[in-house]
Every structure is written in structure tokens, then in C-alpha cells.
């Protein structure tokens, strides 16, 4: 966590191709751990990576990140919702919705008033054309 934390400083800061190294570390550290039930830390590494360069607007990256989240998490909810959000920003709009439906259809039955699925459910109904 304490890589997690430094990365996300170095971020911070505007460095981030060394932010990119420390995150990269992290998410190594992070599989040594091997699997716990309960997880060992809160969210992936990659979430942290995604929201860090999100701060930034670097969307790209952080669908990268997000993505790499995923594998550690499959249908993460999570990383599903930062995709989206992610290429809502990048003015991606056909891209954001079938995004959002993915997020959606795996939230299905998480509660209704939830932010996430109110932005969601929101922004797919504004472009029906992008469905």
C-alpha cells in the first residue's frame, strides 16, 4: 500500500512516467500477496492507478489501468463504471454507452439509487443513438 501511496503522490506531483514504475511495483507486491478472502487491500492497485491519472485527465491511461484492474477482478463493477466515465470524458459517446450498459448489466441488482447507477442510467438514456 505504501507503493500505492507513493505512486499516487508521484502522480500528483506531475511526474508520471515514474507514478507509471510505482504503480507497475505496487500491482507486483500486490499479486505476491496471493489470495485472501477477504481481499488484503481495498481495491486493486490498477483502480488507484485509473483514478490517479483520471485526476489528471489522462483517460486513455486510465482505461488501461482500469482494464488491468479487471483481470485482477473480473466484472468489477468498479473498474466497469471508470471505463465508462472515462470514455464520457474522452468524448467517446458510442464507446461511453456500451460502457455504461456493461457496468449496468453487472450492477443489475445493486441498489437503484446508488450515484454511479443514476449517472448511468442517465447518460445511456441522453445517446440512445449510441446503442
Known amino acids: 500500500m505504501s507503493l500505492e501511496l507513493r505512486a ?9 512516467t515514474d507514478a507509471r514504475s510505482l504503480f507497475s511495483k505496487a500491482a507486483q507486491a500486490e499479486i505476491g500477496l496471493g ?31 482500469y482494464e488491468r484492474a479487471l483481470h485482477e477482478r473480473p466484472q468489477s463493477g468498479f473498474a466497469l463504471y471508470g471505463i465508462a466515465l472515462c470514455r464520457e470524458n474522452a468524448v467517446e459517446t458510442d464507446s461511453a454507452v456500451k460502457a455504461y450498459d456493461d457496468f ?6 445493486a441498489d437503484s439509487t446508488l450515484p454511479q447507477k443514476s449517472h448511468a442510467r442517465e447518460f445511456v438514456g441522453a445517446h440512445p443513438a449510441g446503442r
Do not use: C, F, N, Q
Not at 104 to 109: I, Y
Open 104 to 109: 449496468l448489466a453487472v450492477w443489475k441488482d
Open 35 to 65: 489470495y485472501h478472502e477477504a481481499p488484503a487491500s481495498i481495491r486493486p492497485v490498477g483502480e488507484t492507478e485509473a483514478a490517479s491519472m483520471m485526476a489528471i485527465g489522462r483517460w486513455t491511461d486510465a482505461i488501461a489501468a
Open 8 to 16: 499516487s503522490l508521484t502522480e500528483a506531483h506531475g511526474k508520471p
